[in-house]
Every structure is written in structure tokens, then in C-alpha cells.
């Protein structure tokens, strides 16, 4: 596999397992507005977009969530992940080859970034990331849409098609192909959605030691 230039880390479900977690809470928000969803639901439908998308996506179906739910939304994360977070299993392993290999790297999330903040900070991986955080929230349209990823590679001064991007999701794996990026697509996770990720264009992988071979800094 060619060396990339450029590392573009998705942050939910690729660096911290936070998406059980964040997804229960959504479940329980969406059902208190009226609107019927399951965990796994959740976990297949609308993993991976900001939450001003996943509004914007019940709203269509008929299903008013509210002006102030997204705000509810980001006002209850340090409650959600006040127990703590866990690392991906494995990822500061590729974190370190990709730093032995002095490769660029930075996050792209759909997350804004005081979310980022919370839950890399509680996982101690932050010292990794400052000044690199990329978030929907500085760009027009969210994943599923090109536009955070081509919005971190021209920040970090890199072309499109020399970066990869690392995701879980079939909405970020959407996205990275989008933007002409080749995007590894992490389901090692068991409610990951293969065929999804599949069709979207991810290469699938199901274990972060197998990652940094796949980018080709081993």
C-alpha cells in the first residue's frame, strides 16, 4: 500500500468507544420527542453525522425534534461520559507508527470540538491531537458529505487524493471516498455495519494492529 501524506482520524468509534454510550442517550432523546428508534437502529442509520444532520433527517420524516435539541444534545455529554471513556482497543499503536513513520495526521468529527475535548481528554489521548481537531462545525454540510475531510486536508496542506481517512462509520466512509480519499473503514466493533461500510467504498479491517501495515508504515 502507498505511505500516505496525510492520517485523518475519525474520532467516535476510531480513537474512543463512545458510540454505545452516545447512542443509548440519543435512543432515549428521540423517543422522549416522539420519534420510535432502536439502539441498533440508531447504530446503523445515523452513526456518523453530526447532530444537526440527524435532526434535519427525523424533521424530514415528520418529527419535530425541537430548535433547542441539538444544543440539549451537547449540554448532556459530560453527563453521558462522566463514568469515563475507553480507547479503541489497539489505536495508540497505530498513533505510534504513524508518528515513528512522521507522517501528518489530525481528527475530522462530526463531533464539535469541545465534545473532542471531553472525550480524548478523559482517555489521555489529547496530548496527541492539539491543534489538529477538525469538526463539522466548521464546515457547511457534515458526513455524509465531502466537505470536513477536504476542510482538514487543505488545513494541513495536503491533496485529497494523498490522504487516507480512518472511520467507523458508513456515513464517514461515505464522506472520505466523496472526497477522493481512501478510507479504512474500522468494524471491529459488533454492531458495525459491513456490507454498508462495504458499499460505500471502505477497505475493512477488524483490528487496529492490522492498520498501520494497511497504510503502509509497518
Given at each position: 500500500m502507498t505511505r500516505p501524506d496525510l492520517v485523518i482520524f475519525?474520532?467516535?468509534?476510531?480513537?474512543v468507544d463512545t458510540e454505545t454510550l452516545a447512542n443509548r442517550h440519543l435512543v432515549k432523546m428521540l423517543?422522549?420527542?416522539g420519534y420510535g428508534i432502536t439502539f441498533e437502529q440508531a447504530r446503523k442509520n445515523l452513526c456518523g453525522m453530526p447532530m444537526r444532520a440527524v435532526k434535519e433527517k427525523v424533521e424530514a420524516e415528520g418529527h419535530r425534534l425541537g430548535?433547542?435539541?441539538?444544543?440539549?444534545w451537547y449540554q448532556a455529554i459530560p453527563i453521558i461520559f462522566e463514568g469515563g471513556v475507553e480507547t479503541i482497543p489497539h489505536i495508540?499503536?497505530?498513533i505510534s507508527a504513524v508518528k515513528r513513520a512522521d507522517v501528518p495526521y489530525c481528527v475530522a468529527s462530526s463531533a464539535n470540538v469541545e465534545k473532542m475535548h471531553i472525550t480524548l481528554g478523559k482517555t489521555g489521548l489529547i496530548a496527541h491531537f492539539e491543534g489538529v481537531l477538525y469538526s463539522a462545525s466548521m464546515v457547511p454540510r457534515g458526513k455524509p458529505f465531502p466537505d470536513l475531510f477536504?476542510?482538514?486536508?487543505?488545513?494541513?496542506?495536503v491533496e485529497p487524493a494523498q490522504a487516507v481517512v480512518i472511520e467507523d462509520s458508513v456515513a464517514g466512509t461515505t464522506a472520505g471516498t466523496a472526497a477522493g480519499m481512501r478510507?479504512?473503514?474500522?468494524?471491529g466493533d459488533e454492531h458495525a455495519d459491513h456490507e454498508?461500510?462495504?458499499?460505500?467504498?471502505?477497505?475493512?479491517?477488524?483490528?487496529?494492529?492490522?492498520l498501520p501495515a494497511l497504510l503502509g508504515i509497518a
Open positions: 475519525d474520532c467516535d468509534g476510531v480513537l423517543n422522549a420527542s430548535e433547542d435539541f441539538v444544543d440539549r495508540e499503536t497505530v477536504l476542510h482538514a486536508a487543505r488545513e494541513m496542506g478510507v479504512f473503514s474500522y468494524c454498508g461500510l462495504a458499499a460505500a467504498g471502505g477497505i475493512l479491517f477488524d483490528d487496529m494492529r492490522k
